[in-house]
């Protein structure tokens, strides 16, 4: 937060672990952040392993806490589950958690979307009818899941288009901090790994000497560049406790601290 907060995000986002095992810590640290960090803090919500009073229990406090921004998501699967399997007494899906968190009124709601084929869908048209399921629920935007090549979000972004899909759909980016976990990552959510990078990535270790941080950076300022050239106004990176790199991607893009820019004037 020290570090990207002088960016002015437009917010920032605190995640759960998987399977919702960090429940308490997430909601500790939104309320405090968004106490004292000046920023606009989202919490992320999901619908594992509690019931539907849990959840929204948790979603009053956040409101009580002054928390404006839920990112809606049904989450990953316990540790050791294989599947998603809903709580007896709880949310069956994200979209379901959506409807009741809109009927609230206290949030404004993110969602998460796929613009490649999610491990559990049937095909990438089930994926954006489900997005679209989302929206109608009651969301106001989507998140992305990362990818590596620009052409992949634009020929998502044109699909949603094409089914009626007007709500902002802004793209997730992943500075690459560790290659062996990023590929683990890609495998987990169904990104598909260019040869290119991963030829790039592999030639970055065995050089040693901080190359794979400099081509990390030069990898993904190039997608945003892209990205940007292509319509795109608003990036979402997944910082992964390494925020150097998202620092030199947006300083490498022109964004700035303010304070910085007024020592420039």
């Known amino acids: 937060m020290q570090a990207l907060g002088p960016l002015e995000p437009d917010f920032v986002s605190v995640t759960y672990g998987a399977g919702g095992a960090t429940r308490e810590l997430t909601r500790d640290a939104v309320a405090t952040l968004t106490k004292t960090s000046g920023l ?46 809903p709580h007896p007494e709880g949310f069956a899906d994200s979209c379901e958690l959506i409807s009741a968190l809109a009927e609230s009124g206290d949030f404004r709601i993110r969602v998460g979307a796929y613009p490649e084929k999610h491990p559990e869908a049937a095909d990438a048209r089930a994926d954006i009818e489900w997005l679209k399921r989302k929206i109608d629920a009651g969301a106001s935007e989507a998140i992305t899941q990362f990818f590596f090549e620009a052409e992949t979000f634009f020929r998502f972004r044109d699909a949603c288009e094409k089914a009626g899909i007007d709500a902002p759909i802004r793209p997730g980016i992943l500075p690459i901090e560790n290659w062996a976990g990023a590929r683990r990552f890609a495998r987990a959510c169904g990104a598909r790994v260019p040869g290119w990078l991963a030829s790039a990535f592999d030639r970055a270790e065995r050089d040693g000497e901080g190359r794979a941080d400099l081509l990390a950076i030069a990898v993904a300022t190039e997608l945003c560049s892209e990205l940007v050239e292509g319509g795109v106004e608003h990036l979402h990176f997944y910082t992964l406790n390494r925020p150097d790199l998202t620092r030199d991607i947006c300083h490498a893009l022109g964004r700035r601290a303010r304070a910085e820019l007024r020592d420039v004037a």
């Open 40 to 85: 606009n803090v989202a919490a992320h919500l999901t619908c594992v392993d509690a019931s539907r009073a849990e959840t929204l229990q948790i979603a009053r406090g956040f409101a009580s806490a002054g928390v404006r921004e839920i990112v809606a998501l049904r989450g990953d699967p316990p540790k050791g589950s294989a599947r998603f399997a």
